[in-house]
């Protein structure tokens, strides 16, 4: 892409930022999502930042927009960039009365997109992210410019052992102690990186998750979580016809990275992009290789 310097992915690491994991502050995007979109009820927070061809980037579970921030900045002097938070995560709003499931979220992604008077963007997705950006596109025709679908929720069988043992029993896990809540959360979230978390990385990612609220919700996202949403869109993936990259974490323990081949050769010309030393949290383990990765396959494609 003109104008994209050859180490613009160097961009996301080479300085310490406001996050743990946040570098360079030159595509700086602010930490709190300052825009807000009502939603059926929802409260969806939403930010964007830097001007170009669009990128939307859709985060996964028990994740929320923050773990992208570091390469939507560096990305952002190049790409306009969305972020933006699920209902029932991070920043938006967590109310037990509103469902928070795969289907309810393709639905959101659709009306944000029209929203921002976005036709057809990049859409990068990470873990059910990626779910949530084949459901909108293969179910309700939302037209994506290319998909870059990095560890994702998309072939069944998916979730951890703990993640189904939850589901199995949301009340008894919802009613534990705030101090065991936390125990167990933070052994749950350190499992997904493959070179393990710094603390206050750690720390930032069980915040959200603290709290009568935050606990409370977490258990709920869980328990609505279904491979039926899946299931319905699998035999579609065939189908898709827009430019897509798999890139996969090759010691992703949550989801391995056997079905990174399978996603692979079920999406007609699908790129396969393996990435040694590298967990779930592929954003957090290898950052440059990430934001590598991503900056070659969006400017290839504008």
């Not at 469902?99 to 997705?125: C, F, Y």
């Not at 990095?150 to 703990?162: K, M």
Request: hydrophobic fraction near 45%; charged fraction near 20%; proline fraction near 7%.
């Amino acid at each position: 892409m003109p104008g994209v310097p050859e180490d613009a992915a160097a961009v996301s690491v080479t300085a310490a930022g406001a996050l743990p994991w946040t570098a360079n502050r030159s595509g700086s995007i602010s930490r709190v999502l300052s825009e807000e979109f009502s939603w059926r009820g929802r409260t969806v927070r939403w930010e964007r930042s830097g001007s170009g061809p669009d990128v939307v980037f859709c985060h996964g579970t028990p994740w929320s927009s923050e773990l992208w921030r570091p390469i939507a900045e560096a990305l952002a002097p190049f790409f306009t960039v969305h972020l933006w938070d699920m209902p029932g995560y991070g920043q938006s709003s967590k109310h037990p009365e509103h469902r928070v499931s795969l289907d309810l979220q393709g639905e959101l992604l659709v009306d944000l997109l029209s929203l921002w008077e976005v036709e057809s963007p990049h859409v990068v997705a990470h873990d059910f992210g990626g779910a949530v950006a084949l459901r909108a596109h293969l179910l309700h025709e939302q037209r994506f410019a290319s998909l870059a679908l990095v560890d994702v929720v998309a072939l069944r069988p998916w979730g951890s052992e703990f993640f189904r043992l939850v589901g199995d029993h949301p009340d008894v896990f919802s009613r534990l102690p705030s101090v065991v809540h936390q125990g167990a959360l933070r052994a749950y979230i350190g499992t997904a990186s493959h070179r393990g978390l710094a603390p206050a990385q750690l720390d930032a990612l069980v915040a959200p998750w603290t709290g009568a609220e935050g606990q409370a919700a977490f258990y709920r996202q869980i328990e609505q979580a279904d491979e039926a949403f899946t299931d319905e869109i699998e035999a579609r993936y065939p189908t898709i016809a827009v430019p897509t990259l798999v890139m996969w974490g090759v010691d992703d323990s949550w989801i391995p990275v056997d079905r990174a081949h399978r996603l692979g050769e079920l999406i007609p010309g699908a790129r396969l992009q393996l990435v040694a030393d590298a967990g779930h949290l592929i954003q957090l383990d290898q950052p440059e290789a990430v934001t590598a990765g991503l900056t070659s396959w969006l400017s290839a494609r504008v």
